[in-house]
């Protein structure tokens, strides 16, 4: 199931950072000992993607790497990345508006894609913030490729709109 498209996009995935909490608990998915769990919602995305386009994928786990705001900065400058997916879990959703206010400050023709829990329960709301172009529901392989396909043919929002999970 190849896809042919237009354009060939630079892609990046980002696992954000969790620096501002919305929780009086630790999270515990990072321990000294063991490392941190990866992001496989993101691993499933661009190994998907990296099978079936010639788009360049690249993932940055923020969270594993304990990268602050200046060090992600650098890190999505260098790439220069088209489009920016971001996971997003409800509890730091601040480091996730804090991400897509970054990409879109440093790329403002990027498209800032958000997906994971909090998008998949909270679609709407996601994409009211200035900062996000589309939010992607429940499984994001094949939807988020089909989302970036149509943004690299330029596609109209109407047939975006008709993506299922979009």
Known sequence: MTYSITRRAKVLLIYPPVINQVSNINISAFDKSIGSYPPLGLLYIATYMKAFTNHEVEILDCFADRMDFDE?????????????????????????????????????????????PHATIYPVSTVKNRYIDYAIRGEGEVCFTKLVNAICDNQTEEHISKIPGV
């Open 72 to 116: 992600i900065k650098a890190k999505i400058r260098n790439i220069e990345p088209d489009i920016i997916g971001i996971s997003a879990m409800t509890h730091f959703l601040v480091d996730v508006v804090q991400l897509a206010r970054i990409s879109k400050k440093l790329f403002p023709h990027s498209n800032v894609i958000v997906g994971g």
